[in-house]
């Protein structure tokens, strides 16, 4: 079988930009937000969303370029999901450890707002997150 060089610099091309492509998952038709995390130990508070809870997808938090200040390097970090509760205790909504990858607290079925926290951290006493997607 004989490929034209059109087809075959086409291909090539093809094949760059996939392997280009970070794999971030996709996640959540609601909203979402990207940011980072420096230095954080536990009891840190990521920023609040607001969830209209008017779609079924799942809540997920995705962790890339994780580090620990500890000598065996990152393993995990355990955060726990809240939903704001004004004028109450805050309503936790499960806790999820995160291998530095992607975790599904599933549909939190309430709206409101949301954050989560980081409970525990595996190695050291301080991590780093260099790309953080939350999606709802």
């Excluded at 536990?42 to 607001?50: F, H, I, Q, T």
């Excluded at 994780?66 to 509760?85: H, I, P, T």
């Excluded at 530095?100 to 301080?126: H, R």
């Amino acid at each position: 079988m004989k490929i034209g060089l059109k087809a075959w610099a086409g291909a090539m091309a093809g094949a760059a930009l996939l392997g280009t492509v970070s794999v971030v998952p996709a996640h959540a038709a609601e909203g979402q937000f990207e940011s980072y995390i420096n230095s954080w130990r536990a009891g840190n508070e990521s920023r609040r969303w607001w969830d209209n809870n008017n779609t079924w997808d799942y809540t997920g938090i995705y962790f890339q370029g994780c580090e620990a200040d500890g000598g065996d390097g990152f393993n995990f970090a355990s955060l726990q999901l809240w939903k704001d509760v004004s004028g109450a205790p805050d309503r936790s909504k499960g806790t999820r450890t995160n291998y530095c990858g992607w975790v599904d607290y599933g549909d939190p079925d309430d709206a409101g707002n949301y954050y989560f926290a980081l409970t525990d951290v595996s190695s050291g006493t301080f991590i780093s997150v260099d790309y953080v997607k939350v999606a709802w």
